[in-house]
């Protein structure tokens, strides 16, 4: 009898994904193991490698198809004889990477979107439905406050009638009031461009980064820090790391005084719901991770409670597998604050955007000698600039400031961060 | 002495027991203060005893109709004082039963009058038993829900005296069958006695100061109901006002104007049905500086007031004057409270039912209103004659109007007059609540042979559909 290949769910929140390409054809002899197709989902690009055996039937679901649910059956495979039960028939492999063009270091910073709405069905009354056709309101994008979040009139009435929507944080791609940014709004002449279609890890950043940008009350503050001890402190470090085949970066260590900062002032490592503002016990720290196509925040757990070597050696392997796309989610959801260095470009300072829920974002600019004014004296010394930006909601200037300063302290007394 | 609570009740009706038992679910120590009888006014003087006293007159008009049925019943006849015994009875039953479920909840419960103090996290209330016996009960919540009571024009001579002018409470132990009655109002409360006492045989007059009887109800409707009821031989008086009342040792007689020009009704009895007030008296409540509009509690349709602590539900905190309404405002309440996610009530979800012959039963807005807000509607109409259950039973008489809005599809009214449409409305109340549109009542399968097939009739007539007619 036939065995059902579904869509799987790569991660706990996916819904839906992009079928990307399929690597087996219709009678071919699968075996345990073989890849059968790659799928791609707002994160990351996965193969999906076979359980059972026998000869490929039928491709339901071609190549490049998007937003298959999860658990849509996308093939068949004859399966061996009187073999019942087709159980899960196909394992997720975190593996593959998608080529995709264009890099760039944007100064910020993405993290697991929490998808409550991108695909899943959506709660609504007929009404509702009705109303939102009629007004041409994406449901998709608005809040149900009825019973288990169920879409009702009110809801729908609250957009169109524009009364502040209560717009979910994903899948709202365009703010209700703004023109779709087609090609066709815009004003370049056709054939003075090459187009480069958007992936999921692009559309992700697009819509979670205008979401915050728009709705979170943001405020940067910026403090220069030198890091003449630090720089000392490292070469000292990285005399004893290498005997032990590691290598500290001046990153680590900003991690490692970030996540003390966020010990010493708790209030910083805050994350705001309409329910009540979220301490969070530990200091998970997203680092910034350029990679092919976009970036991505891996993130260093509990890191108060860890080395510096420790958290070295896994930022090193945690960028290895960003650049690979072979992150798992688990690896890139819910950190509690993020951080982002652009020093190694030169970049002096700059701001990044809050990578929402989360209440903070470190931007970390190049370690450079500048002139300094020490003891009414002109002085050289090597200055970093870093900016903090803070979600207003959860953390007020002063709070933004305690923290500021202690990560300074912390990178000026370098020998603190051993304690 | 003082006891501590999460939460005190004041107040043991269809509002008051409802929300304690709420409260003791969702893990809340809770006591309720109750004065009288448990269960209110709805189970020991409203709605319950009516229902009572309305099923005996129901089954002997159908003894008096038997004939049409193919029966012969010789010498029907009634007796006033076991059709009252009876209704009193199941008031009693169902009052000993709400006892029972405080009990199985562990409410504590305070035979005794409320009075409420200023206090820290809300107002202490202190219970005063019939014997003097003081207890103070101190709670982080208090819930008033005190009810309402009838009420009366004193300037008007609209005033009870327990003989021969009544308010609801007198007329459900009468002290005798009156040969005329005089009902002055038209509201469900005064159309039932009015129709019970017709029933039984008594003449009847109603007097109502609008236009038309049940004047809430879609006109259409109380027109319709009108009919019948003049059909059944009462005596309706609208646009009329009751001047004052004369009274002798043995009957009393009402001066009323209608139109510039004044007339003389004589009756037996008198039943006051001219509205209610909201209890609101001698609780300490202006002293603790409660908001109060008229004689209601001003909240913000979950119970909150404008003290800390202080809930108030049901009746007394306002319109519409309804023991479902009172009952689902006291959970909001308590799982406001309690910290769950409530919503107020939407006055256009509240449906109102009056058991008269024929009964009336609606949700939403009337034609009329639907109008002047605005609404572009389809209106879809069913008569009871086109129904075979209907027919079988021998009720012929009755209509089932659903108001649409044309736009949308939204269902924003349904008026129901006829048999049994008290037990069907429900299923447009269910419709509103989920926000069906015209589709969903379409595509529904109604059971036959059923009165509730008009209901799907009406909804195909709004969009011109319907198959039996």
């Known amino acids: ?419 | 002495m003082a006891e501590n609570f999460d939460l005190v009740v004041i107040g043991g009706g269809p509002g008051g027991y409802v929300a304690a038992i709420r409260a003791a679910q969702l893990g809340m120590k809770t006591a309720l203060v109750e004065r009288e009888h448990l269960g209110g006014i709805c189970l020991n003087w409203g709605c319950i005893p009516t229902k009572a006293l309305l099923a005996s007159a129901d089954i002997y008009e159908k003894m008096n109709h038997a004939a049409a049925f193919g029966l012969s019943v010789q010498g029907a006849s009634f007796d006033l004082g076991k059709i009252v015994e009876r209704s009193r009875g199941v008031s009693k039953q169902l009052s000993t039963g709400v006892g029972f479920l405080l009990k199985k909840n562990k409410v504590t419960v305070f035979d005794a009058t409320a009075k409420l103090v200023k206090g820290i996290d809300a107002p202490k209330v202190i219970a005063i038993a019939k014997d003097g016996k003081q207890t103070e009960i101190i709670a982080k919540n208090v819930i008033l829900a005190t009810g309402a009571r009838a009420r009366t024009i004193p300037q008007a001579g609209l005033e009870p005296d327990g003989n021969l002018i009544w308010t609801y409470k007198e007329a459900l132990v009468p002290n005798t069958m009156p040969k005329r009655l005089l009902v002055i109002g038209s509201g469900a409360i005064g159309i039932e006695f009015a129709s019970f006492f017709k029933a039984l045989g008594a003449e009847v007059t109603v007097v109502e100061a609008l236009d038309r009887v049940m004047p809430v109800e879609d006109k259409e409707i109380s027109d319709f109901a009108a009919k019948q009821f003049k059909k059944r031989g009462m005596n309706i008086l609208t646009s009329a006002n009751v001047k004052g009342l004369k009274k002798t040792a043995n009957e009393v007689t009402a001066t009323i104007e209608i139109g510039g020009k004044a007339q003389e009704i004589t009756a037996d009895r008198v039943i006051l049905a001219v509205g209610i007030v909201g209890n609101v008296e001698n609780l300490g409540l202006e002293e603790l500086g409660v908001k109060i509009d008229r004689t209601h509690i001003v909240t913000d349709g979950m119970g909150t007031t404008n003290v800390k602590g202080l809930h108030a539900i049901g009746d007394v905190a306002g319109a519409p004057w309804l023991a479902h309404k009172a009952s689902h405002e006291g959970i909001s309440c308590v799982e406001k409270i309690a910290g769950k996610h409530a919503h107020p009530i939407d006055p256009r979800k509240v449906p109102g039912c009056t058991y008269a012959t024929p009964q009336v039963a609606s949700v939403g807005l009337t034609e009329a209103k639907a109008k002047e807000l605005g609404y572009e509607i389809r209106v879809g109409r069913f008569p009871f004659v086109g129904n075979g259950k209907a027919i079988a039973l021998g009720e012929p008489e009755g209509l089932v109007k659903t108001v649409f809005d044309a736009k949308t599809g939204e269902l924003l009214g349904a008026h129901m007059v006829g048999a049994e449409v008290t037990e069907m409305i429900q299923g447009y109340v269910v419709a509103m609540g989920l926000e069906t549109t015209e589709v969903q009542l379409m595509d529904t399968i109604f059971p036959h042979p059923t009165l509730s097939e008009m209901m799907h009739e009406s909804v195909l007539d709004a969009y011109g559909r319907a198959v039996h007619i």
């Open chain 1, 1 to 419: 009898m036939p065995i059902d290949i579904l869509m799987p769910a790569l991660s706990p929140t996916m819904e839906e994904g992009v079928l990307a390409k399929w690597h087996v054809k219709v009678g071919d002899e699968i075996k345990s193991g073989d890849i059968l197709a790659e799928i791609e989902t707002d994160k990351a690009t996965m193969e999906v490698e076979a359980v059972d055996e026998g000869k490929l039937l039928e491709i339901l679901v071609p190549d490049g198809t998007s937003g298959v649910k999860i658990n849509t059956v996308i093939a068949r495979i004859e399966g061996d004889g009187g073999l019942a039960a087709p159980a899960p028939t196909v394992a997720p492999a975190p593996a593959a990477v998608t080529p995709a063009p264009a890099v760039s270091a944007a100064p910020v910073s993405v993290n697991a979107a929490p998808s409550n709405n991108s695909g899943e069905r959506v709660f609504a009354s007929p009404l509702a439905r009705r109303i939102a056709q009629q007004n041409g309101v994406d449901l998709a994008s608005i809040k149900g406050t009825g019973p288990n979040g169920r879409i009702v009139k009110a809801d729908v009435e609250g957009v169109k009638g524009g009364a502040k929507p209560s717009v979910a944080s994903s899948n709202a791609p365009q703010a209700a009031a703004k023109a779709p940014a087609t090609i066709a709004n815009m004003p370049y002449k056709e054939g003075s461009y090459d187009i480069v279609p958007l992936d999921g890890m692009r559309r992700t950043i697009a819509k979670r980064l205008s979401e915050s940008f728009r709705d979170v009350p943001h405020f940067p503050l910026n403090v220069d820090i030198e890091i003449d001890k630090l720089l000392e402190v490292r070469k000292q470090l990285n005399a004893q790391a290498e005997t032990m085949g590691g290598k500290i970066s001046v990153n680590d260590l900003i991690i490692k005084a970030t996540a003390l900062a966020l010990k010493a002032v708790p209030e910083a490592n805050a994350s705001f719901s309409d329910e009540g503002i979220l301490m969070h016990h530990h200091a998970d720290v997203a680092v910034a991770v350029a990679i092919d196509g976009g970036l991505i925040t891996p993130i260093v757990r509990n890191a108060e409670l860890k080395g510096i070597l420790q958290i070295s050696n896994e930022i090193k392997e945690l960028a290895s597998k960003a650049k690979n796309r072979k992150l798992l989610p688990e690896e890139y959801s819910g950190g509690t604050f993020s951080v982002s260095n652009l020093g190694m470009f030169g970049i002096k300072s700059f701001s990044s955007i809050i990578n929402e829920p989360q209440g903070c974002i470190l931007s970390v600019g190049a370690g450079e000698q500048r002139p300094v004014v020490k003891n009414g004296a002109l002085a050289i010394a090597t200055v970093m600039s870093v900016t903090l930006t803070c979600d207003h909601r959860v953390v007020d200037g002063a709070i933004g400031a305690k923290w500021v300063q202690s990560f300074k302290g912390f990178l000026e007394n370098p020998i603190s961060l051993m304690l």
